[in-house]
């Protein structure tokens, strides 16, 4: 494959899911029920992303579920999303070199 | 008489402002986090044979990691463009119901063109913010969340590309936590002030311990598990809270 024409159909079909509902979608969807429906879906969508994810994504799964740990910790304190992912990337990092 | 916009309601104080600078602001941990990841997604497109150049051109034009991962791989397994381009269509799937859920919250100054710009933009973290921080997703506040991410999406590319081995591997594995945490202090706030977010988040986790444990659902590749478990919890959601207010 040519590497430059993999990279052109690579954007546009990532470009193209993303542009259609926005087209499509140009009214408000007057349905409570699926406003309410879409209201949802970041939080489940991004839930569904961390877990199991997050323990994957490191070399092991105990500084992941250090990292996790703290993460959660400071996510509950509702601290900013600085200081959660800098603190669990710090703690996550003493895991590593610890175990 | 014209009436000038609110961008802000007055209910509503957990929201921000959404304003340009306000959106720079909340992009900066997105930017952050993407530096770590694209270094390394940098580091990879090298070894699998791609000049930096074309690293930074996948990057900057895609700001996708799940789906330019996946374009590598193809790249380098000898693949077809049709492959590729369903491949990365099915990776890419759920940025679909992002756009269709922002197109709900977009402020009335956003017009087609800039509907079009925006599009451009939506990657997870970008809409999780757009769809967490503000009210009324406006024009300016949109690209205000996703400059750094750009930036630090293309600049990180082109870093670990150029560079060799300058992350020791504990501290490589350290960083790409980063993104998840950020969607954990994301998902954790609402969910501990609001009864129907948490319910759907606890249902999406029992979901996919459902799809990981399963004899049938477990064969169903990581992509379509995270949009099967994300619909289902959000419809159940939706059935169970008919009278809850909308945040």
Redesign the interface.
């Known amino acids: ?1 040519n ?9 546009s ?11 499509l ?2 009214e ?2 007057n349905s ?23 323990f994957n ?4 799964t105990n ?2 579920i250090a ?2 740990v ?3 910790i ?3 304190m ?8 800098i ?4 703690v ?2 003493i895991a ?2 610890l175990l | 008489m014209t009436q000038t916009h609110t961008i802000e309601t007055i209910e509503s104080t957990e929201y921000t402002t959404a304003n340009y600078k306000n959106g720079l602001i909340a992009g900066i941990p997105i930017g952050l986090g993407y530096l770590f990841v694209s270094f390394t997604f940098g580091m990879t497109a090298i070894l699998a044979g791609l000049t930096p150049y074309e690293a930074l051109l996948m990057s900057a034009s895609n700001c996708t990691s799940a789906g330019q991962l996946a374009g590598v791989n193809l790249l380098v397994g000898q693949s077809n463009y049709l492959e590729l381009l369903v491949t990365v269509s099915i990776i890419n799937s759920r940025y679909f119901l992002m756009s269709t859920s922002l197109s709900q919250k977009l402020h009335p100054s956003m017009t087609f063109l800039k509907r079009l710009i925006i599009s451009f933009g939506m990657t997870d973290e970008v809409f999780a913010v757009n769809s967490v921080e503000v009210k009324d997703v406006t024009f300016s506040f949109f690209m205000g969340v996703f400059t750094f991410p750009f930036i630090g999406w293309s600049l990180g590319t082109l870093s670990g590309a150029l560079v060799d081995n300058l992350m020791n591997e504990p501290m490589q594995h350290a960083a790409s936590i980063a993104m998840y945490c950020m969607f954990i202090a994301l998902v954790l706030p609402p969910s501990k002030h609001h009864k129907d977010i948490r319910f759907v988040v606890v249902l999406t986790l029992i979901f996919r311990v459902l799809f990981a444990t399963l004899p049938f659902l477990n064969q169903i590749s990581e992509g379509y598990t995270i949009i099967l478990c994300g619909i289902f919890a959000s419809l159940i959601g939706s059935f169970r809270y008919q009278e809850e207010k909308l945040t």
């Open positions: 494959m590497t430059y024409l993999a990279i052109l159909i690579m954007a079909s990532t470009y193209l899911i993303r542009v259609l509902p926005m087209i979608f140009k408000k969807i409570p029920f699926i406003q309410r429906f879409l209201h949802y879906v970041p939080y489940c969508m991004l839930t569904a992303m961390i877990i199991p994810g997050i994504s490191t070399g092991s500084s992941a990292g996790f703290t993460a959660i400071l996510g509950y509702e601290k900013s999303l600085i200081t959660v992912s603190g669990a990337v710090i996550t990092y590593e070199c």
